[in-house]
């Protein structure tokens, strides 16, 4: 029954979904499924900063499906369905939801500049922010007036959502403190899963060194894509030693678990 048999589609004759800066997105093999496909590229300041990182998409991809996969088996729903090969997952389409929603722990970055804090103050709790997912307008900050304002997500959507980042944030903190690594801030995306009548929230898109900031607890070296942002060089090596310390092995080795840095 060879014909009932999954089959294999050359990634040349791939419908291709969508393509964004840093992945994309073909048809996957069973309806409902997408392949999410992780690219060299890196990109920042809405595009207008581009470069080609050989080997990102590779590391991106694993530190992405190990989150994930840990985020499934603490029962925080996502779209992660298992790794392909290097540089490809096998997702659940969602819809997307058009918020960047952003957890912030310790500040930097845009809120340093805006609220005038130093780089680096721990914050008095976890903050979270929207942003309006439109390149065009340069991703503008909104409040949950304007989420359900404009339909973008509804009331109880953003409570789910919210409820949601503030669980993988908790475990994600502790994760990552583990590995010897403060997490400062990230971005997670979601998406609406539909089961016949049913739909839920999930997390969706990636979760890698492109989306969080992280700093190397003893030195605050920023092992994240701020070295790109700010031309710090040594993207390569930090986002590597992120996949290193997670305990993440290339594929010849054998995975092992966290390396406790003491
Ligand atoms: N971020 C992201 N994609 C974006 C904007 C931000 O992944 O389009 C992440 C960023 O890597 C950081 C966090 O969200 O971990 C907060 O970013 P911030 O608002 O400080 O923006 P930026 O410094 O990039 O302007």
């Not at 392949?35 to 207008?48: L, S, V």
């Not at 997390?203 to 969080?212: F, M, N």
């Not at 900031?213 to 060089?233: A, E, H, S, V, Y």
């Amino acid at each position: 029954m060879d014909f009932l048999k999954p089959r294999y589609v050359p990634m040349s004759r791939r419908r291709r979904i969508y393509e964004g800066k840093a992945k994309v997105l073909y048809e996957g093999p069973e309806p409902g499924t997408l392949i999410q496909h992780f690219k060299d590229d890196a990109t920042a300041f809405n595009a207008q900063k581009h470069d080609v990182i050989d080997g990102k998409g590779v590391l991106n991809n694993r530190i992405s499906e190990y989150l994930f996969t840990q985020l499934n088996q603490i029962g925080v729903p996502t779209h992660f369905l298992r790794r392909l090969n290097m540089r490809e997952q096998l997702i659940r389409e969602v819809e997307i939801i058009p918020l960047e929603v952003v957890v912030r722990n310790v500040a930097a970055g845009s809120l340093t500049k805006k609220l005038g804090i130093e780089e680096g103050t721990q914050l008095p709790r976890s903050i979270i922010e929207f942003y309006y997912k439109n390149d065009a307008l340069g991703d503008p900050m909104v409040s949950e007036e304007h989420i359900t304002a404009f339909g973008w997500a509804a009331p109880q959507e953003i409570d789910d959502i919210m409820a949601l980042a503030i669980r993988v944030n908790d475990f994600m903190v502790g994760l990552f403190l583990g590995a010897g690594i403060r997490l400062v801030d990230f971005k997670l995306e979601f998406g609406r899963l539909w089961e016949g009548d049913l739909m839920r929230i999930v997390v969706a898109d990636e979760i890698s060194p492109d989306s969080c900031r992280l700093w190397d607890i003893k030195t605050n070296n920023k092992l994240d894509k701020d070295r790109f942002r700010q031309d710090l060089g040594g993207l390569l090596e930090a986002y590597t030693e992120v996949a290193r310390r997670l305990g993440i092995m290339s594929e010849n080795e054998r995975p092992t678990g966290p390396v406790l840095v003491q």
